[in-house]
């Protein structure tokens, strides 16, 4: 069978990870291209076997050869890459937020659809094993009615200052990740959000105008509750829980541990510290989700994680952010509608 050919834009800490994913675990698909390489990523490419550089995305795209685009560039320049896709009729995986503008969004999504291509975006914890297990829980009733669920999403460390202040903050950047989550379990949309947060540790955070730790309700359309607690750093490690509390029992996962040894002596129970972050945590995750997009490609059925999906975390987020700045409840439709 022919291999799909995959171009790519931003080799980061997440473009790496899905070159070595495509390149060393998924056989319809290779990585045949990236655009505006730096230089110190050519031996990265070379090491998986990718050989053609461009210029630019626009050069990338034009290529016939191409069949889709996977965007993992810094967020402010998704909707540009989205666009000129959406142009050339190249298949899209997005890394999340879309975008930070909900305008930006709805315009470049209404271009998605017109090219009729497919457009997937990398809520990667969607395909987790163990988050997916609570998810099939909820699906089937098995705890009864969601009544509540609870994710606290911890990071090890904030991320360096130049990536904060292109983030988006917080909630567009890291906690997006859990209003994805928690809406996919509930299988509702969200009604309201109110936000709190402050910023705990280092103060060039709060010069950016972000903060580094928050709590978030949210209360579905359906009744169902969340509440999402976040840090930027967690000091025993990556820290990554949900909870699901319904009519008939609970369910969730717990934090995942370097390994599981613990001992026990005067002083108390002692065991290993959590994750390192992300890329080991959702390892098998970023796998999954992308072997997802490719078979949606081969075998033609749309993702699992759709342009809406990305809209609907977006509004969650921007409801969370706003929430914080005025103080009081954020109804999404107020984002929505705006
Ligand atoms: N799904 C996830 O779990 C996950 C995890 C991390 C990041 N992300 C998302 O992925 C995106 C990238 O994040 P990251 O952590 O990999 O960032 P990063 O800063 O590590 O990497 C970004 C890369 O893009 C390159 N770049 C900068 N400007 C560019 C341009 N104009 N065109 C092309 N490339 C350019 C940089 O040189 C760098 O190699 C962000 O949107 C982020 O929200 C998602």
Do not use: W
Request: include cysteine; hydrophobic fraction near 40%; charge should be positive.
């Amino acid at each position: 069978m022919k291999k799909l050919k995959i171009g790519i834009v931003g080799i980061g800490r997440i473009g790496k990870i899905h070159i070595k994913n495509i390149s060393e675990n998924i056989n319809d698909a290779i990585i045949y291209g990236a655009a505006k390489v730096n230089v110190k990523n050519l031996p990265y490419l070379n090491k998986f076997g990718v050989k053609k550089t461009y210029n630019n995305f626009e050069e990338l795209v034009k290529d016939p050869l191409i069949d889709a685009v996977i965007i993992s560039s810094p967020t402010n320049f998704h909707s540009e890459h989205i666009k000129l896709a959406s142009k050339y009729k190249k298949h899209i995986f997005c890394e999340k937020p879309i975008d930070l503008s909900m305008d930006k969004v709805k315009e470049v999504l209404d271009l998605v659809y017109k090219s009729g291509i497919k457009f997937m975006v990398g809520f990667n914890r969607r395909f987790d094993p163990n988050f997916n297990k609570v998810k099939k829980f909820s699906v089937a009733k098995k705890i009864g009615t969601t009544q509540i669920v609870k994710i606290t999403s911890r990071d090890p460390n904030p991320p360096p200052i130049e990536y904060i202040k292109g983030s988006g903050g917080i909630f567009l950047d890291m906690a997006i990740h859990d209003f994805d989550m928690a809406r996919y379990i509930v299988g509702s949309e969200v009604y309201s959000v109110f936000s709190s947060g402050k910023v705990f540790g280092d103060k060039k955070i709060e010069e950016q105008g972000d903060i580094d730790t928050a709590i978030t309700i949210l209360t579905f359309q359906n009744g169902s509750m969340a509440t999402i607690d976040n840090s930027r750093k967690a000091n025993y490690g990556y820290d990554q829980r949900i909870e699901v509390f319904g009519s008939k029992g609970m369910n969730g996962i717990n934090n995942k541990v370097i390994d599981e040894h613990f001992y026990a002596d005067s002083s108390g129970f002692h065991s290993s510290i959590g994750l390192d972050f992300f890329m080991d945590r959702y390892e098998k995750s970023y796998l999954i989700e992308l072997k997802h997009f490719i078979d949606c490609l081969t075998n033609d059925h749309e993702p699992l994680v759709t342009g809406k999906d990305g809209i609907m975390a977006l509004a969650i987020a921007l409801a969370a952010k706003k929430s914080l700045e005025k103080g009081r409840v954020v109804l999404v439709s107020e984002i929505l509608n705006n």
